[in-house]
């Protein structure tokens, strides 16, 4: 069963205090199919400039991604620069090119028009939409968002939100889109407003499962070292969605597995700079990942009350 996602394909310049990445591969559909496809074959809808690097996606391929929706169009390719200072959880962004992503239309080819699994990168909510117009009847739709599209289209992301089963984002996006500090009430409004399920990264802090009956906690893993948190978020929904697609199963127990599998996914790409560590990594190590997880948050409840 292949996902098929849709969004940005970058080339990203990325300065931390433990290293940089001048045009290194990058991009929220890049980040996503990379987790993603260790899991199930991942089609991709995307555009890059005449500038894109010929083979940097090559990886994708070898992992049964197909990339006949990938457009090449001429001129410049997505550009991101920015910068993290030793608050890896906050970052400067120092340029936007949007090059030839700015008259990005999505246009989904007929082969992944039947995809049972959808995941709708961070792009514009109107764009997302028309995308949703070109498929067929997918089992999941899962999508991202960001504060800009928060703030300049909201009334066309409250559509989106009609027409999906997951949102994925960050706890200060759930915040200002609801306008509600507390995230549980803030997960109970967007719910409310069409998808069954909503996940709130909260960065090194892990992320929030909510659903109608249920709430989950996933821890972020403790790395000794962090290199390069970009893309980490995206990596979180591909690892999450590729586990889901993986079992073919969205009960309770397989949404919050899928949860640990975000996180795995997550964390090992900030091991490296950019893209680098989810190109080698492969399965058998995200599996040892989460079972790392099991260990870190498993204990025994006492056989009886304990008094003071």
């Not at 970058?10 to 045009?23: H, K, Q, V």
């Not at 997302?128 to 739709?141: G, K």
């Not at 509600?180 to 929030?208: F, M, T």
């Not at 397989?254 to 492969?282: F, H, N």
């Amino acid at each position: 069963m292949s996902i098929l996602v849709v969004g940005s394909v970058a080339l990203d310049r990325i300065e931390t205090p433990f290293g940089s990445a001048e045009r290194a591969l990058g991009g929220a559909a890049t980040y996503f199919a990379a987790a993603a496809s260790l899991f199930q074959p991942v089609q991709l809808v995307g555009v890059v400039g005449d500038d894109f690097p010929t083979g940097e996606l090559a990886f994708l391929e070898e992992r049964g991604a197909d990339l006949a929706g990938l457009e090449r169009a001429r001129g410049e390719s997505f550009f991101w620069s920015g910068r993290y200072d030793y608050d890896m959880n906050t970052r400067t962004t120092l340029e936007t090119r949007l090059g030839v992503f700015a008259d990005f239309r999505p246009r989904i080819p007929p082969s992944f028009r039947q995809a049972d699994w959808l995941f709708l990168a961070n792009i514009d909510p109107d764009l997302q939409r028309e995308v949703l117009d070109q498929v067929s009847a997918p089992r999941l739709v899962a999508c991202d968002t960001m504060n800009y599209w928060i703030e300049s289209k909201r009334e066309s992301l409250l559509e989106l939100l009609g027409r999906v089963d997951c949102v994925l984002l960050n706890d200060s996006e759930a915040r200002e889109l609801t306008g509600d500090y507390n995230l549980s009430r803030a997960a109970r409004w967007i719910r409310e407003r069409g998808p069954s399920i909503v996940v709130v990264k909260k960065g090194e802090h892990g992320a929030l499962l909510f659903t109608e009956t249920h709430t989950f906690f996933a821890p972020g893993y403790p790395l000794e070292e962090v290199f390069d948190p970009t893309g980490a978020g995206d990596a979180f929904a591909g690892g999450f969605m590729g586990w889901l697609a993986y079992t073919g199963n969205m009960d309770e127990d397989e949404l919050c597995r899928a949860m640990i599998y975000g996180s795995a996914t997550g964390s090992l790409v900030c091991e490296r700079m950019g893209m680098e560590r989810l190109r080698e990594v492969g399965v058998e190590e995200v599996h040892e990942r989460v079972r790392a997880f099991r260990r870190l948050t498993a204990f025994d409840s006492p056989v009886a009350p304990v008094h003071g």
